[in-house]
């Protein structure tokens, strides 16, 4: 068994300032003001939409990135209807096979030490599963069936797309102090990347700042392929 920690996977094609040029003409439909753009407009008008409410002009720009997160955190984050998503399927994934390892991979909770009995009986769990989903396959069950065993705690792998209105709803809920640990584990990093690309769509969204820094999942810039970049 392989116990890992959750991880963000950001292309950086996706943080794109470029967004704030295009959500602006976009906008400024709405006033007929096209002929007041140039170079320096983008930001002040941006705030002023934000500032105003006007959120709706903000769903023409979307954002695409993966989550390593635990199949837990990953049926929340299903929940929220307005985006698109592919994930790792435990029907078809047979764990046993050898581009696996041959292992299960679980996502180290964020919430225990090491030295804390109650790690161990997680990972003492997390163990038990994995030699009863081994004993299913090696029984004649299929992946899917035998999936039933596997834990909370699996590692799964998804992309996910939402548009800037719908993440900016996602990381208010997500990185909230009464959001599930994680939650807020992978939720923070994202906003604060955000935060430091495109300020004028983020800077206003809170998150749980006792949350320590050192439990944020990292964030891992790719190419396109979700590739990591060197």
Known sequence: MKIVRARVLIPAEELDRNMLSRLERCARICYKSEDQM???????????IMNSGHESVIEHEKITLMLITDRGVS??????????YSQESTRYC???????GQEITVIRPCFYQDDDPLYSLWKEACLAAEKSY???LAGGASPQEARSVLP?????????TYNIREW?????LRAHKTAHPQAREIAIPILK???????ELFSDVEYDTTFPEAQWAPVVLTDALFQELP
């Not at 990347?193 to 300020?199: A, G, H, K, R, S």
């Open 38 to 48: 140039d170079a320096t407009s983008q930001t002040s008008f941006i705030r002023s």
């Open 168 to 172: 900016r709803h996602f990381l208010a």
């Open 193 to 199: 990347m955000f935060q430091d690309v495109l300020p």
């Open 134 to 136: 081994f004993a299913m």
């Open 94 to 100: 047979n764990y046993h096979k050898d581009k696996f």
């Open 152 to 160: 909370n705690s699996l590692k799964t792998e998804m992309a996910v």
């Open 75 to 84: 049926h929340e984050v299903v929940r929220h209807r307005l985006g698109s």
